[in-house]
């Protein structure tokens, strides 16, 4: 009786390894759920990046107000009739002005 007790445990135990550690078990899909969930969230983070790229190409193939904001901070253009300001953070050191040349004398021209 109790050989036949271990025979049958064996043949439940060879019965359950593919359940778990086979190619479609448990554990193979446990890590396949991980894998899918991450690549989602990748996925996601791509259709958002997509639909922003998007979206600025759109604005810049009908309006021309995404162009003249990049021509100004991109390539520091100005329109006609503007006035460039720059504002500088406070604690910046200015840059020093050489000093001036000295006047010139008053030689008399050669002659």
Excluded at 45 to 62: F, H, I
Excluded at 79 to 108: C, M, R, Y
Aim: glycine share 8%; aromatic share 8%; hydrophobic share 45%.
């Amino acid at each position: 009786m109790r050989l036949l007790f271990l025979v049958l445990l064996a043949l439940v135990c060879l019965i359950q390894y593919p359940l778990w550690f086979g190619k479609g078990g448990w554990f193979k899909v446990w890590d396949l759920q991980k894998q899918m969930a991450a690549q989602q969230a990748v996925n996601e983070g791509m259709r958002a990046r997509n639909a922003a790229l998007d979206a600025e190409v759109r604005d810049l193939e009908t309006g021309t107000g995404a162009l003249e904001e990049r021509a100004r901070s991109e390539l520091g253009m100005m329109k006609d009739g503007e006035v460039f300001v720059q504002i500088v953070p406070a604690g910046t050191p200015l840059p020093v002005k050489p000093p001036a040349a000295p006047p010139a004398q008053n030689t008399p021209p050669r002659r």
